[in-house]
């Protein structure tokens, strides 16, 4: 049997026409991870966005990622980063997910045996992410409705501690952190991971014996410091996406790089 894909992508930071990052276009290295994924792997079902679409929290911003997008062969599952706006990806991506409460959140099936789960934990203008009790409550009850499916939980922010200070001072708070980890706990033969993103790194844990997996940027790399609050941005690196492949064994999850300068 042939595994099932989906091609991951996170902190996209796409900037208004003309703006760069670390004199990088942001849409022209969303644009080539796209082009790099479905050249590779034309039979992926999925591209999911973990966050972090836009940079400044700007409506052309969000208007540039959408003509991006706009020809992707695939379906596509979008949440939100810390760098993101609810009210104008809305404005934006009216298709896009959205619960009883308005967060960008919601499913997608792979195959007959996988459901992505897609977590918005963003916190409007705080780097920090959120896990509130109506998030909690959501993520009950898609994973107590998965009807034998596994799920698949993709967030933002990371649901463990890294011991990266820079980044445990703006990720989930701990009293959600622990909140987080008790559902996983009561669902873990459910769930095959818990993809994250936020750090531009591939940092790899364990939330309630689940697998927590990050994935790194398509725009640059971040490289770990373990007692400075400063980020050490790479930016001559190569961005990288996820390639997930679904199969009766589990889900594995390989990091791509898609190129650079």
Known sequence: MNAHKILWLSDVHVT????????????????????????????????????????????????RVRETLSDLSIPL??????????????????????????????????????RCLLLDTNVDGAPGGAFCARRLGWLRAELAALDGRRGLIFMHHPPIRLGLPGF??????PEDRAAFADCVADFRDRIGFVGFGHTHMTPQGTVAGVAAVGMGSALYRVHPDFSEVAFFDDPDAPGVYGLVLLNGDGAVVHTVPCGGD
Do not use: C, M
Not at 24 to 51: C, F, K, M, N, Q
Not at 168 to 173: C, K, T, Y
């Open 77 to 114: 599952a979008l949440t939100l980063g810390n760098h993101d706006d609810r009210a104008i990806f809305h404005r934006v991506f009216p298709e896009g997910f959205r619960d009883a409460n308005g967060f960008v959140q919601g499913r997608v099936d792979v195959g007959s045996a996988w």
């Open 16 to 63: 208004a026409e003309g703006k760069t990052i670390h004199g990088r276009d942001p849409a022209t290295y969303l644009r080539r991870a796209l082009d790099h994924g479905l050249g590779r792997h034309p039979d992926a079902e999925l591209w999911v966005i973990s966050g972090d679409l836009v940079n400044e929290r700007r409506i052309e911003e969000y208007q």
């Open 168 to 173: 445990d001072a703006i990720g989930l708070a």
